[in-house]
Structures are given as C-alpha cells and as structure tokens.
C-alpha cells in the first residue's frame, strides 16, 4: 500500500485484556471487522480472563501522551475512542492531547467496572473523566450502572434513562448513548442530541457471554464516523452489529465468554 493511499483509520486508548475479549484487543477486532484501520494508545495492561481481573498496571501518564503523538503526528485518526482511562492523571494527559490534536470526532464509553465486577477506574479519576473527557466527546455510552455514577441518581427504568441522558448531555458531550442491556425486558438504547430522543431497540439475546459488549459497541459506532456515517447512522449500524456479536458470542474458559467479532469469516 503506498503512502498516499487513504484508508478510514481508527483509534482506541484503552487498556489491554490479556484475554482477548475486551479492551483494545476488542476495539482492534472490531475496527478489522467494519474494514477500517486500527491503531491503539495503551493506558493500561491487566491481567484478565474470563472469570476476572487479576491484577493492573496502568502506564505513566508522559507514555500515554507519547502514543497519542506518535499516532496522531503521523497516521493520524479519522474517529478516536476511549476506553478505560484509569487515573486522573492519565485523563488530564489524554485530555490534553486530544485537544492539541484537534480530535473531533471521540466516543467515550466510560468504562468503570469490568463484567466481573472488578472496578476499572479509580474513584478519583471520575471528577476528571467528567471535567477533562466529558466536554470532548461526539457521543458519550454509559451503560446503566455507569450512568447512574455519573449523573448521581438512580438508573434503571427508560424513565430514569432519558432524564440521566439529559444531565449527561449538560456535562458537554454532543451526544449521550445511555445503554440499556442492565434493563429489566428488552435492551432498549437512548440516544440523544440535546433535542430529540431516539429508542433503539433489539431483541435481548439469552446468552452468558456478553464478555466486551460495551468495547465491542462504542468501538464500532468509532468505525462507523470514521467511514463517515453519521452519529445516528453509526449508532444504528454498531447497535446491530454487538446484537449479532452477542448472539454469536461462545464459551471460552470458565467463565463469561466473548462476542464473535468477525461475523462473516468464522
């Protein structure tokens, strides 16, 4: 491929799941799969499998900063999204790096917990994630659990969703996709835009492994602006992938198993 080639490039700074199911190990699937070009920024490696999280080491916040330039002052990135950003520290470096480099189109799935329950993000990093990333952000996508953190009210009924989407909304994103695979009946998603509400909606799959969902799904809708959709285009098309990852996912360890990313070729 020559240098003048265009391709739509992707971007993920997030941690790294040794086990292969979430993380940037997600994103970078996921990017392969809506044939776009992935790089990735590490934040974080952990020793992850399918039964937990069994230890951390997140990387100096300089080095974080440093990926971030080596990428974007030459490869550069169509669409940017963020994953587990873990300290204040790193929030403020990826921050202010997103902003010198003129990032526009950024999803943040603002990810505090892993599917085993283990916490992801230090309860210090929270104030930062809403300060410093928030106001970012093209589109924001909480699950409920993460809404419910950062709106400080409870979460759990499509009510309580869409008045979570607004105040999330006034934190400064553009977008707010308030997920809602926590819910009770069907997995029905809000998305909005500071005027309209939109309900996306699928059939709940009855399946144990959901292992990177979140990843899976906040990456995709990152493929889909970097191919050029739109927001609600991107959101509709990711939406219907992660349904059919999801529907496909399979056992693998003793525990909660992945999606299957690439649909067409396995």
């Not at 020559?2 to 086990?19: E, F, P, Q």
């Amino acid at each position: 491929m020559s240098v003048g080639t265009r391709v739509a490039r992707a971007l993920t700074v997030a941690g790294s799941d040794s086990g292969g199911g979430a993380g940037i190990q997600a994103d970078l699937k996921t990017f392969t799969a809506f044939r776009v070009y992935g790089a990735s920024v590490l934040t974080a490696v952990t020793a992850q499998n399918s039964v937990g999280v069994h230890g951390v080491v997140n990387l100096p916040p300089e080095f974080v900063g440093r990926q971030l330039d080596a990428v974007l002052d030459d490869i550069g990135a169509d669409a940017v999204k963020t994953g587990m950003l873990s300290t204040a520290p790193i929030i403020e470096v990826v921050a202010e790096r997103l902003r010198a480099h003129q990032v526009t189109k950024l999803v943040v799935d603002p990810v505090m917990v892993a599917k085993s329950g283990d916490p992801l993000l230090e309860p210090a990093a929270r104030a930062a994630l809403v300060r410093a990333i928030l106001p970012l952000a093209l589109v924001v996508t909480p699950n409920l659990p993460e809404a419910a953190a950062l709106t400080e009210m409870p979460v759990g009924t499509e009510e309580e969703m869409e008045v979570a989407a607004r105040r999330l909304h006034g934190l400064g994103p553009t977008w707010v996709l308030v997920k809602g695979g926590h819910l009770k009946g069907a997995p029905v998603d809000l998305l909005f835009d500071g005027r309209e509400v939109r309900r996306l909606t699928a059939p709940r799959i009855p399946t144990p492994h959901t292992h990177g969902t979140g990843c899976t799904y906040s990456a995709a809708i990152a493929a889909g602006l970097a191919r050029g959709a739109t927001v609600p285009e991107a959101v509709a098309e990711a939406k219907r992938y992660v349904t059919e990852a999801i529907r496909q996912g399979f056992a693998l360890g003793r525990g909660v198993g992945p999606l299957r990313h690439f649909l067409e070729a396995w």
